[in-house]
């Protein structure tokens, strides 16, 4: 199957959580291509520390820079340039017969370098998108302008997965995208291990046989 690639339309909505419990339903391998920021843990280490599974390899990063900012920004710091053509060929390498995790740095418009942007990675990589939007004041403004993009560029959208329960803009955003609704999450602080189980086994059906071939296998 395509690798399923984890954008939202910002920064800090939930696309780790979401990451997790993807990874726990599917029994996925993770990557992160690009981790900007080391302070406090990466979110490979994150995802390690909230699946149950035995079965999902978490891949090391191409990319792991220190400053938690723009990872063209991060890079420059440490006089590294992001090459896309060096991620494709990383992706390449990975070897697995499971589904395939990827989460990306922010949003899709995430400069890389001079020239390349989240979304650039997302054609090359040839990933499907999964798209994740948390409700919050602005969030149809920011997740309409990411449809717009997704949809200029031609790329292949799941769906959403909404985070949070601020306010009921979800019947809206799928309506004015025509992306569907694949699942949404109610605000859950702290996020945890059993957080993450508990999300998988309510989704779980409906995730598997959207992208799996044997959803029964998959259970196993």
Not at 144 to 154: F, K, N, P, S
Not at 196 to 202: D, K, L, Y
């Amino acid at each position: 199957m395509q690798p399923l690639f984890i954008s939202g339309i910002g920064t800090g909505i939930g696309k780790t959580f979401i990451s997790a419990v993807l990874t726990e339903i599917l029994r996925a391998d993770y990557w992160k291509p690009v981790q900007a920021g080391l302070e406090g843990g990466t979110d490979a280490q994150t995802i390690r520390s909230l699946i149950s599974n035995s079965q999902s390899v978490i891949h090391p990063e191409t990319y792991r820079l220190k400053k938690p900012a723009s990872p063209h920004i991060a890079a420059r710091e440490e006089n590294i340039r992001l090459d896309t053509g060096n991620i494709v060929r990383a992706g390449d390498r990975l070897k697995t017969n499971r589904p395939l995790i990827i989460e990306g740095a922010g949003g899709l418009l995430v400069p890389l370098n001079e020239s390349e942007f989240v979304i650039d990675l997302v054609e090359k990589l040839d990933a499907k998108l999964i798209l994740v939007s948390r409700n919050y004041l602005g969030s149809i403004n920011h997740s309409l302008l990411t449809a717009a993009v997704c949809r200029q560029r031609g790329l292949s959208v799941a769906g959403w997965v909404f985070n949070d329960q601020f306010m009921d803009y979800e019947t809206e955003i799928v309506s004015w995208t025509g992306f569907p609704a694949l699942f949404s999450v109610p605000f859950l602080q702290p996020v945890s291990r059993d957080t993450v189980s508990r999300e998988a086994g309510r989704h779980g059906d409906k995730i598997r046989k959207l992208f799996l071939e044997d959803p029964v296998h998959a259970r196993e």
